[in-house]
């Protein structure tokens, strides 16, 4: 029975289905498939109790000597599922590829409008989170399409993984690695798996999953400030949490 060897687990709007497409093209990687949907093994209750032997339907078409991984960018999200991962998978490493928590908040709502989830104004859209968030319907729990500022409290997403596993099973990235170095953001996640870095491709894969008006879509100057300054205190923490390799983001004005 083959079972992932790694788990890219978010975070949401932040380069994951870059680094799935990519690691998907590496001849000793073997990445579940199919992309979509994605397995969410760990954090559907209803997917859980059928058992390991149907998560490792994903991973049967794995040649003999292959790292196999798989992406549920959810599972940032849910203690539960980082506590069945390490109830079932002790030895698996973890990587989470995060996003300045301003611009990943912004790119989530312009998805959600680019589905027809959202139809609100940004600056009211983080208003009515909270209550939204409550009355979520039981088909979009886990899509959450209007947990905008939420989806980047990391230190506090994190802490559950980081708690339960020890700290070299995790690789933390940056999604703003993705732009402007990305063959040494594949360097590091090749070292980290135990492979040989593989770099055709890399530096032309571009955008993957954007939004429909696209990230560099204006994002009203007054909902910047406010969440740069909701996200400074939670920011400072996660620096604590990672220490001085992770670079966090510099609050705007």
Do not use: C
């Not at 890219?8 to 497409?21: E, M, N, V």
Request: hydrophobic letters at 40%.
């Amino acid at each position: 029975m083959r079972l992932p060897d790694f788990i890219i687990g978010g975070a949401p709007r932040s380069g994951t289905t870059w680094l799935y497409q990519v690691l998907a093209g590496h001849p000793e990687i073997y990445m579940a498939r199919p992309a979509r949907p994605e397995p969410k093994f760990f954090l559907v209750d209803e997917l859980y109790e059928k058992g390991l032997d149907h998560y490792a339907q994903w991973f049967s078409g794995a040649h003999a000597g292959q790292t196999t991984g798989e992406k549920s960018t959810n599972y940032l999200e849910s203690g539960v599922a980082a506590r069945r991962i390490r109830a079932d998978l002790p030895s698996v490493k973890l990587i989470f590829v995060l996003r300045d928590p301003v611009e990943r908040a912004y790119s989530n709502y312009l998805w959600s409008r680019m589905n027809g989830l959202e139809a609100e104004e940004f600056g009211v859209a983080l208003a009515l989170e909270t209550k939204r968030e409550r009355n979520l319907s039981p088909a979009l729990r886990y899509a959450r399409p209007f947990s905008y500022y939420a989806r980047g409290l990391y230190a506090d997403l994190l802490q559950p993984y980081l708690t339960l596993f020890p700290r070299g099973q995790l690789l933390v990235l940056r999604f703003e690695d993705i732009s402007s170095d990305p063959e040494s953001l594949v360097e590091t996640v090749s070292d980290f798996l135990g492979v040989k870095p593989r770099m055709e491709g890399v530096a032309t894969a571009g955008v993957v999953n954007a939004s429909e008006k696209g990230d560099d879509a204006a994002m009203p100057s007054e909902a910047r400030r406010q969440l740069s300054a909701a996200y400074a205190e939670p920011n400072r923490r996660l620096a604590r949490l990672l220490g001085d390799g992770f670079r966090i983001w510099e609050p705007t004005s």
